[in-house]
């Protein structure tokens, strides 16, 4: 939904000097003048990037291969107009905002052979994409060039990948671009640190049959460029989850002549924290492609699979059965979270109409919908599309309010029109969907609102047999994998770990870092159905941590980043009606941070704050609660552990 501001969309082309179309270069400014974007037509199509006067890409190319035809070579220009837009989006999930300024100005180019290139620049970055007018019902799309040339040697945070063939759950890691050779993929974003504290954030937006955009190195030279999947001809499936591509097409897509391609952008962060709130990549997405949003609800999970069905005190054998389900529905239904999941183990793998002998399913939907508390249900993503249309009506007629959808690995032309299909199908029966296996999906949240969140993240499962899940890349994902939108990391570890007592133990896991870096994290990464992925027994044995697990939201009316650096630490605050809640982590470096409460509103607050505990350097566990009044003009001295965290709700 949007609403006008008194500014309205202009659609005349703003004044310029003499005739555009006769030009080979042109000038386009964001609407606050800090970016400028260069571009040049002569021979090929090549623009720069200018942050506050300094050229952060120079000489970036781009191309399109259709047919063998390369669009944007030797281009001539037959029509260039500019046009200015302002208007406010109010997101049906409030992932960050409960409304958005999406303000622009545009330049469209428009070229003989029918296509255009169109160049927008926003205060918050610059995006350009393709547009086609060919007739021909299908074309073949030989290869896209798309080529960020930076201005010096900038480090880039580079998430690299083995093959095409991942879950996206990379960490990202610091190397001077003249580092990163042709043969080193990554996955995106790439986040370059252009210096003066500015940074670029190299993503994509709005794909649509059409493979995901990936990045490899072309040192020797300074950039990045892009790289796509092939169109997959023969696929093998080698076990109920691993279905790869063993023939591949020498074209990357087989799409209709006539389109608007995907945007290419390039996020511009004056500081670190402006990565973290900044909203270009979800304003450039396709709105919403789902009429009725009204029974969109984000909210809070219980989850089984990370604390490995662990429940105590109980009479019966805790597992994968109707009585351990139940327990978890008691416990949601008490703190009023929304949703429960059945992960991997309720269904016979290869047959989602087989449930375990162990699952009452139409007892426990019951149960379920008496309490209050919807069922989320976890499957291998080709199982589903085997057995699509009959699994999913024998879901709505359990009452099952959202699908877990795995393993897809791939984000090919066809992978990624699957992902499009099951938004569509869940949303047909108004059920909520959560991708895991893939970060593509992250970039369709304003499209699909009901894709409540997504994975392609090295999340705390990790946990579970590394010690990959770490604060410096805790603190990282804020700045890198979050920039293109919700992330389901699966926060909420009570078993709290240093680096001296860490151990990955499957069955009984835990997560390094502090208590309070677990409690932040609620708070610092957006995802509007998050879980909390211990075991309900170990949150009934800590009432003080439930007082903020219980309270707080998935959603936000506004988010404000504090400070942060990449890798070093983190503090934000959100706001959801009249609360406000702040997250802080830090990385392995103990830390003293002063918070300035000016963003709150006049009046008188109280604040529970959760702090790491004296002894939070040897026992992780440990922290104290606090209550104490706070107001605008309060400013308080926190203490972060090695590996630390600090959060609060404020509340009048």
Known sequence: ???????????????????????????????????????????????????????????????????????????????????????????????????????????????????????????????????TSLGQKQVKIYGEEANFRFSSNFVVYYPQEDSFYSHNERKYLPQHASEISPDFIASLPAVIDVGQDAKLAIAESDVDDYPGLWLRGTAPE??????????????????????????????????????????????????????????????????????????????KVSWDWWNDWNIDGVDFPAGINTKTYEYYIDFASKYKVPYIILDDGWYKLGNLLDVSPDIK???????????????????????LDDQLAPALDQFEKWGVKGIKVDFMQRSDQVMMNYYHKICREAAKRHMLVDFHGDQKPATMTRTWPNLINTEGVRGMEWSKWSWESEPKHNVTLPFTRMFLGPMDYTPGAMRNATRQTFAPINHQPMALGTRCHQLAMYVVYEAPLQMLSDSPSNYLREPEI?????????????????????????????????????GAMTDWTPRELELDFSFLPDGNFTADTYQDGANADRNASDYRKTNIPVNKSTKLKIHLSAGGGWAARIYR
């Open 1 to 131: 939904m949007k609403r006008e501001l008194n500014l309205l969309a202009l659609v005349a082309p703003l004044a310029l000097l003499g005739n555009l179309a006769a030009q080979s270069s042109y000038d386009l400014r964001s609407p606050d003048t800090t970016i400028e974007v260069r571009i040049r037509t002569a021979g090929e199509i090549r623009y720069d990037v200018v942050l506050n006067g300094r050229a952060v890409l120079e000489n970036a190319t781009m191309s399109l291969d259709i047919e063998h035809t390369k669009l944007g070579i030797k281009p001539r220009v037959h029509d260039a107009k500019q046009r200015s837009y302002d208007q406010t989006v109010e997101p049906v999930v409030r992932q960050k905002f409960a409304a958005i300024r999406d303000r622009y100005n545009e330049l469209k180019l428009s070229l003989d052979g029918g296509y255009a290139v169109v160049f927008r620049a926003y205060n918050e970055g610059v995006a350009y994409r393709f547009e």
């Open 222 to 299: 300074f950039g990045l460029a892009a790289k796509f999947p092939p169109y997959p001809l023969k696929e093998a499936q080698t076990s109920d989850r691993d279905y790869k591509v063993v023939e591949a097409a020498d074209y990357i897509a087989l799409t209709p002549g006539t389109r608007a391609f995907p945007w290419r952008v390039i996020g511009v962060a004056q500081r670190d924290a402006d990565l973290i709130v900044n909203p270009i990549v979800y304003l450039l997405e396709k709105p919403s492609q789902i009429q009725d949003t009204s029974w969109i609800q984000p909210g």
């Open 361 to 383: 399913m139409d007892e426990l939907s019951a149960y379920a919908k008496q309490k209050n508390v919807g069922l989320i249900l976890w499957t291998s993503w080709k199982t």
């Open 546 to 582: 439930l007082d903020f697990l219980g309270a707080v939201p998935t959603t936000w009316d506004e988010t404000k980043a504090l400070v942060g650096n990449i890798g070093e630490y983190v503090v934000v605050a959100r706001r959801n009606g009249s609360d406000w809640y702040v």
